[in-house]
């Protein structure tokens, strides 16, 4: 899979979103009718690495991490319980290794908040993460709806 391939899959199976690309991240964000600024994200595409965040080393030739927000459940089914939040700048500490290709594991800054990641997802790989698009996706419209109650 590629970037162009994973935001092609996204944008034509998830309604109400609204896509912002920039400093090397792709974001998708659920944002019907544009009610609130940038909207709920759900997912992202990195690209090159941050000034917090090296340890996936995007900085290698045509790699790339997408990430995925999903529930506190479901990732400790998969990883067991959230890691700590790591020190500015730091990663977490799990023992994965961030930076290996076509893994899903947690996400090395944000996986204390349970987002998982995966660089460079093969075809099998990928089919195995769209239930957790997916699972993404409808927490963000939760979270959305909640947030535009606030906002009235």
């Given at each position: ?136 996706y409808v927490l963000a419209i939760e979270k959305f709806v909640k947030r535009a109650r606030q906002a009235r």
């Open positions: 899979m590629d970037v162009v391939s994973i935001t092609e899959y996204i944008e034509s199976t998830f309604a109400d979103i609204h896509i912002v690309t920039t400093w090397g991240e792709t974001s998708f964000f659920y944002n019907p009718h544009r009610k609130l600024p940038r909207g709920i994200y759900f997912a992202t595409i990195k690209e090159k690495n941050g000034p917090n965040d090296r340890a996936s080393k995007l900085d290698r030739s045509d790699v790339f991490r997408l990430n995925i927000g999903i529930s506190k459940w479901t990732y400790r089914t998969l990883f067991g319980q959230q890691p700590s939040r790591p020190q500015a700048g730091g990663v977490i500490d799990t023992g994965h290794d961030f930076a290996a290709l076509d893994q899903l594991f947690p996400h090395p800054v944000y996986g204390w908040m349970s987002w998982v990641a995966v660089l460079n997802p093969s075809t099998t790989t990928f089919e195995a993460v769209k239930p957790l698009l997916s699972e993404a």
